[in-house]
Nanobody
Framework: VQLQASGGGLVQAGGSLRLSCVAS????????MGWYRQGPGKQRELVAT???????HYADSVKGRFTISRDNAKNTVYLQMSSLKLQDTAVYYC??????????WGQGTLVTVSS
């Protein structure tokens, strides 16, 4: 499984941005998909996940501001980010589990929130 993330960029605080991640290769076996992030000097942390059935989970820090969604027909997972804060600045990574729960990472996409 290969994951290709896109959509990062520079945005002002309070603004919005949408990340996308397309899965390819063995996509019939994709189970849970999600987004993680790693801020400057910080460890990688979970942002949000979505199962193949559409159940979602969010980190407390993004609840009410971020929305994860998934288009199974396009093998794509999205992360709609709103009301962005300076502390949301990070490299965002797409992640997926296949049907036997092997994990795969995409390349990161940088999100920079400016004041």
């Amino acid at each position: 499984v290969q994951l290709q993330a896109s959509g990062g960029g520079l945005v002002q605080a309070g603004g919005s941005l949408r990340l996308s991640c397309v899965a390819s290769g063995g996509i019939f076996s994709i189970n849970q998909m999600g987004w993680y992030r790693q801020g400057p000097g910080k460890q990688r942390e979970l942002v949000a996940t979505v199962t193949s059935g559409g159940s979602t989970h969010y980190a407390d820090s993004v609840k009410g501001r971020f929305t994860i969604s998934r288009d199974n027909a396009k093998n794509t997972v999205y992360l709609q980010m709103s009301s962005l804060k300076l502390q949301d600045t990070a490299v965002y990574y797409c992640h997926a589990y296949d049907s036997v729960w092997r994990g795969y990472w995409g390349q990161g996409t940088l999100v920079t929130v400016s004041s």
